[in-house]
């Protein structure tokens, strides 16, 4: 009997069984930090959160041509109230396919979490249309990414992204980019590449978003505009009341609308 499995077998402990089996006691798991060569798409879906319920205003001269006088003079009524900080929070989660390395160690990454939030400046009223504003290259996305690997971990990455519309065959959405230029930035894996999103809003977004305001032919529209409630139409009797927006505060990223494109984020060291 060797002195090892001598001992070992009075001590039964992990570092024994590795010294019995021959192996290196070097801890199983490893942690690659995405770098050169690393390159990882993932499909995403998410929720999209917003701290104000975003409204349009009533705006008299949208009506002018509305064939329900009425209608036509109703006057500007604001629903949407004075400019404050609107912050947009959302939280992605999807399946991913392709691989990290920095070098020496190489992961397959199969998920990835992404939790993001921004904040705007507060100078414009709150209205459905200042959503589109994120469209403007202005406002800037703050991520962090966590992936999940076989064999080991990745390091997160930190991401401060541009936001620009993205409008094309498949639907319309917000992509999302951080790649070093214009003020954007990737820190942690995949630091000095990239990270794309191209996120995909639902049909209802889009509804809600390039809607037309309420008429007296059709009184009800989308929760981002005022409704009309008509009595008696059509008749000397006839009285109109204006009723408030519902609001719109949460949207989804997924599938595209016209032909089901998935929303994707994709890393390239």
Same mark, same amino acid.
């Given at each position: 009997?060797?002195?090892?499995?001598? @001992? /070992?077998?009075?001590?039964?402990?992990?570092?024994?069984?590795?010294?019995?089996?021959?192996?290196?006691?070097?801890?199983?798991?490893?942690?690659?930090?995405?770098?050169?060569?690393?390159?990882?798409?993932? &499909?995403?879906?998410?929720?999209?959160?917003?701290?104000?319920?975003?409204?349009?205003?009533?705006?008299?001269?949208?009506?002018?041509?509305? *064939?329900?006088?009425?209608?036509?003079?109703?006057?500007?009524?604001? @629903?949407?109230?004075?400019?404050? *900080?609107?912050?947009?929070?959302?939280?992605?989660?999807?399946?991913?396919?392709?691989?990290?390395?920095?070098?020496?160690?190489?992961?397959?990454?199969?998920?990835?979490?992404?939790?993001?939030?921004?904040?705007?400046?507060?100078?414009?009223? *709150?209205?459905?249309?200042?959503?589109?504003?994120?469209?403007?290259?202005?406002?800037?996305?703050?991520?962090?990414? =966590?992936?999940?690997?076989?064999?080991?971990?990745?390091?997160?990455?930190?991401?401060?992204?541009?936001?620009?519309?993205?409008?094309?065959?498949?639907?319309?959405?917000?992509?999302?980019?951080?790649?070093?230029?214009?003020?954007?930035?990737?820190?942690?894996? @995949?630091?000095?590449?990239?990270?794309? &999103?191209? =996120?995909?809003?639902?049909?209802?977004?889009?509804?809600?978003?390039?809607?037309?305001?309420?008429?007296?032919?059709? *009184?009800?529209?989308?929760? /981002?505009?005022?409704?009309?409630?008509? !009595? !008696?139409?059509?008749?000397?009797?006839?009285?109109?009341?204006?009723?408030?927006?519902?609001?719109?505060?949460?949207?989804?990223?997924?599938?595209?609308?016209?032909?089901?494109?998935?929303?994707?984020?994709?890393?390239?060291?």
């Amino acid at each position: 009997m060797s002195w090892r499995f001598g @001992f /070992c077998s009075r001590v039964l402990t992990i570092s024994c069984l590795a010294v019995i089996a021959g192996a290196s006691t070097t801890p199983a798991g490893i942690v690659v930090t995405a770098g050169p060569g690393s390159n990882v798409t993932c &499909t995403i879906t998410s929720t999209v959160k917003l701290s104000v319920k975003l409204k349009n205003n009533w705006v008299k001269a949208d009506h002018a041509t509305d *064939p329900d006088v009425n209608v036509e003079n109703i006057l500007d009524t604001d @629903f949407a109230g004075p400019p404050v *900080p609107v912050t947009t929070k959302a939280t992605a989660k999807g399946t991913c396919t392709g691989s990290v390395t920095d070098g020496t160690n190489t992961l397959t990454v199969t998920k990835v979490k992404i939790t993001a939030t921004t904040t705007s400046a507060g100078t414009d009223p *709150p209205t459905c249309a200042s959503l589109l504003t994120l469209a403007s290259g202005s406002t800037f996305f703050d991520a962090t990414v =966590a992936f999940s690997a076989q064999g080991g971990k990745v390091s997160s990455s930190t991401l401060h992204a541009s936001v620009g519309a993205l409008i094309d065959s498949h639907g319309f959405g917000f992509q999302l980019i951080a790649d070093g230029n214009g003020g954007t930035s990737v820190t942690g894996s @995949f630091a000095g590449g990239s990270a794309v &999103t191209n =996120a995909y809003v639902d049909a209802g977004t889009l509804a809600a978003l390039t809607g037309s305001p309420a008429s007296s032919t059709v *009184p009800k529209t989308t929760v /981002c505009e005022a409704s009309l409630k008509i !009595k !008696k139409p059509n008749t000397p009797d006839e009285s109109v009341k204006l009723v408030k927006p519902k609001g719109f505060n949460k949207f989804k990223i997924g599938p595209s609308t016209n032909d089901s494109t998935p929303s994707t984020v994709a890393f390239a060291g």
